[in-house]
Structures are given as C-alpha cells and as structure tokens.
C-alpha cells in the first residue's frame, strides 16, 4: 500500500458546479499526478506537482486547476464542471514505501458524474 | 516515450502461466519497460520494470529480448484474482516523467 487517499471516493454534481477533489499522501513524495481515465482513452495525464506551490500541466489540462499548499496534499479543482468531465480520477505519486523513486503508485479513484 | 503495442485480449486457464507479450520496437537505450495492471474499478498497481535485464519479484516476471524491442510479463500460476487490464509502459526512469498508458491487454482467467 503506497498510502495514497483520495476523497470523495463518489460524487455526482451539476454542470456549472465547482468541484475540489483531494488527493493526500503519507509518504512525504514531493511528486503528485492526477489522471484522468475514460473508455478507450487509457490514462491521460492532468496537471502535476513537482514541489509545494510547484505545478505544471498535463496533456488534457483545459477545465482543471490545481493547488499544493502542503506535501501531502494535492487538489484537482473543477471551476465549472461539465458533461465531459464525467471521469473516474486517479492521483498517483512518485515513488513508494515499497519501490523505486522512478514508480508511480496510484490512489483508488474517484468516480464524478457531472449531470 | 516510445510507444508500445499489445494484444487487446487474452484468455488463460487458472493455474497455468500467464504470458503477455509486448512489443516496443522504437525503444531507446535509457527507457525501461513498466508493467501495471488494473483490477476493475481499482487504480493502477505496479507489478515490475526492468532494462535489459530479466527481473522477477513476488508478483511476476519480466522477459526482455536481447534487442530490446519486445518484451513478455510472465504471471507463473495464474489465479482468478488475476483477472486484470495489463499495462505495458516505456519510458526514462527519471522522477517526474509521465507514464503513458495505453489500452493494454485484458487478460480473463478461466476457471
């Protein structure tokens, strides 16, 4: 267990809605990632932290923003939700309590319909 | 990153090995192969890597060809619980590099 959480585990909201999703770490990485799955799209990548208060973004990064105040934590804020960001999210850090600094290890997920 | 290619899916009776091919024929000299998988519904869980070298852990091993262009997962005695998209990654183990996932093989074990 790479002690990753990400919360809310589900969420439904209305389109037009802002959304924070929260990713929280226990392994003091200084990298975090969120990720976007969708069918026949794999993974793709968010935005991403190198640092607190370091951000840069992803390939698919329109719609989204981001913040790390602290280490542990790494937000993904939807300013106004819509349809197409209807996703299951995935937050991912660098490295592991079991593994290399070069692994990623992914979070559960969390499932958001946007109506 | 180089781009990879595998089967969209593949059965395999329980208690036998499971083999997943993959083939990276652009590879680079410092780019590793990453093996993930996913169990439904669940995030992506780290299953092995290597560069030139085979590597086997608890979990499975890792076939590299001499050439570098493709590459096998090996599960030894696959289980139901193995039931899983597999996820064959290239890229430089460097910190902060993006994985790139592709749609991966699906891989259904059969009782």
């Known amino acids: 267990d790479a002690g990753i959480t990400q919360s809310p585990r589900h969420k439904v909201t209305e389109t037009g809605t802002p959304v924070t999703l929260r990713c929280h770490q226990t392994?003091?990485?200084?990298?975090m990632y969120w990720y976007r799955q969708d069918p026949g799209h794999g993974l793709r990548l968010i935005h991403y932290?190198?640092?607190?208060?370091?951000?840069d973004k992803g390939e698919v990064s329109d719609g989204y923003s981001v913040s790390r105040s602290k280490t542990e934590d790494f937000l993904l804020t939807l300013e106004s939700a819509t349809s197409s960001q209807t996703s299951v999210y995935f937050c991912?850090?660098?490295?592991?309590?079991?593994?290399?600094?070069?692994?990623?290890?992914f979070g559960p997920g969390t499932r958001l319909l946007v109506l | 990153d180089a781009k990879t290619t595998q089967p969209p899916s593949m059965d395999c009776a329980e208690g036998r090995a499971a083999n997943l091919p993959c083939n990276h024929s652009?590879?680079?000299?410092?780019?590793?192969v990453y093996w993930y998988r996913q169990i439904h519904s669940q995030g992506p869980q780290y299953i092995i890597h290597?560069?030139?070298n085979n590597e086997t852990n608890e979990m499975a091993s890792l076939i590299i060809t001499e050439d570098r262009k493709s590459s096998t997962l090996i599960l030894p005695h696959a289980t139901l619980r193995d039931t899983a998209v597999y996820y064959c990654?290239?890229?430089?183990?460097?910190?902060?590099?993006?994985?790139?996932f592709g749609t991966g093989t699906s891989l259904t074990v059969i009782p």
């Open positions: 652009t590879i680079s000299g410092n780019e590793y």
């Open positions: 392994e003091n990485h200084r990298y």
């Open positions: 990654i290239v890229r430089v183990a460097q910190t902060g590099n993006q994985f790139y």
């Open positions: 991912a850090i660098q490295g592991g309590s079991t593994g290399t600094q070069e692994t990623q290890y």
């Open positions: 290597g560069l030139k």
């Open positions: 932290s190198y640092g607190v208060k370091d951000t």
